[in-house]
């Protein structure tokens, strides 16, 4: 009897433990589900970064490694947008667009300073731009809070005391400091947004020549914390000069590269490495240099055969189209059978349809 006794107890218990685990399931799935989308959440307020190592996700899906708000052990690519603008330009769009396209196995980041976070709030039609850019499975796009980016940086403080309304070249300024705070606290490749891609990006730690003479910071690519991008941020706070054009962007990289590689020569470090980073010549990014940006748009360069421009071209990774010259003025880009023309068509269809006719 007491065997019957113990084993109706044990019975009893068995059912009451299963009715509250049928109880519990909506809520402990709820609580998954708000564990999984943690590091997005995070995202948000871009504080400290937050690697895969620290909160465990699953990995059997490549689209929730990629959902994960910032590259680890495999760094993706970045993009800024530092305006309250929440259209992108069309070579904004297609920057992005190409690079995604091109790597598909990286994510692919635009931090947008007036985006809330939310892609459901922005279904109206003169947020095109963002829908389309979202479409891309390995595109996120996150809001940017430079306040907390800054935050645990050299930055931090410059930031506190800068007056924007007294900066002429503010915008350009916040987007050369927020790219070296995102690549030394997240790392990764870090591309401006009128950088459309023509090859696969490899990672590796490495500045770009803009010529013989000068460094460019619009494509860079370094590890997590290095050493480089911290001599840069302290650079940028010790010397800053808003009132010189590019004096905290080219010319601090330029500056930069000749102290840390102990040369004023340039050109003989160009793709050799020095000290650890890759000084990359300018055909990489910059095959026609700023002066003669208008060959970009120039009218009739290609017809049915591409076979020139992928020649001329062969040896770069992506080309930079002197946005800061170009969209001063009213260019057509459809039907000019420009070199512009081209790298859409190739290089970033889905924008390119988006274009006027």
């Given at each position: 009897m007491k065997g019957i006794a113990k084993f109706a107890?044990?019975?009893?218990?068995?059912?009451?433990?299963l009715a509250a685990y049928l109880l519990l399931i909506p809520s402990l799935n709820?609580?998954?589900?708000?564990?999984?989308?943690?590091?997005?959440?995070?995202?948000?307020?871009?504080?400290n970064p937050v690697g895969t190592d620290q909160i465990k996700l699953p990995t059997s899906s490549y689209t929730v490694c990629v959902k994960c708000p910032h590259p680890s052990t495999d760094p993706g690519i970045m993009?800024?947008?530092?305006?309250?603008?929440?259209?992108?330009?069309?070579?904004?769009?297609?920057?992005?667009?190409?690079?995604?396209?091109?790597?598909?196995?990286?994510?692919?980041?635009?931090?947008?300073?007036?985006?809330?976070?939310?892609i459901s709030a922005y279904r109206d039609p003169e947020y095109n731009g963002i829908r389309l850019l979202s479409s891309f499975k390995n595109v996120i796009i996150l809001p940017l809070n430079p306040k907390e980016l800054?935050?645990?940086?050299?930055?931090?403080?410059?930031?506190?005391k800068v007056d924007p309304s007294k900066?002429?070249?503010w915008f350009h300024v916040l987007a050369d400091g927020c790219r070296l705070a995102l690549l030394w606290k997240y790392g990764g490749i870090y591309l401006?947004?009128?950088?459309?891609?023509?090859?696969p990006l490899e990672f590796q730690n490495f500045i770009g020549a803009e010529s013989v003479r000068f460094a460019n910071n619009a494509a860079l690519g370094f590890n997590r914390s290095h050493s480089y991008v911290?001599?840069?941020?302290?650079?940028?706070?010790?010397?800053?000069?808003?009132?010189?054009?590019?004096?905290?962007?080219?010319?601090?990289?330029?500056?930069?590269?000749k102290k840390w590689c102990g040369t004023d020569n340039l050109q003989s470090l160009f793709n050799k490495g020095c000290k650890g980073i890759m000084f990359l010549s300018d055909n990489w990014f910059y095959p026609i240099p700023f002066s003669d940006w208008k060959k970009y748009f120039e009218k009739n360069q290609w017809n049915n055969n591409s076979d020139d421009i992928e020649k001329k071209f062969s040896q770069t990774k992506g080309v930079h189209v002197w946005s800061y010259a170009s969209s001063r003025q009213k260019i057509q880009i459809r039907g000019s059978h420009s070199l512009v023309e081209y790298f859409f068509s190739t290089y970033c269809p889905s924008t390119y349809e988006t274009l006027p006719k």
């Open positions: 107890v044990f019975f009893l218990m068995l059912v009451f433990a709820e609580t998954i589900l708000k564990l999984s989308e943690l590091p997005n959440t995070l995202a948000n307020y871009m504080g993009f800024l947008q530092t305006s309250s603008q929440l259209n992108p330009s069309s070579l904004a769009m297609c920057g992005i667009e190409s690079a995604a396209r091109l790597n598909p196995n990286k994510p692919v980041y635009y931090f947008m300073k007036a985006f809330n976070g939310n800054f935050n645990n940086t050299p930055l931090a403080g410059w930031y506190e900066e002429r070249y401006d947004t009128d950088i459309i891609s023509l090859k911290e001599s840069c941020l302290r650079d940028f706070v010790e010397k800053f000069n808003g009132a010189a054009w590019g004096h905290q962007g080219p010319r601090l990289m330029t500056r930069m590269v």
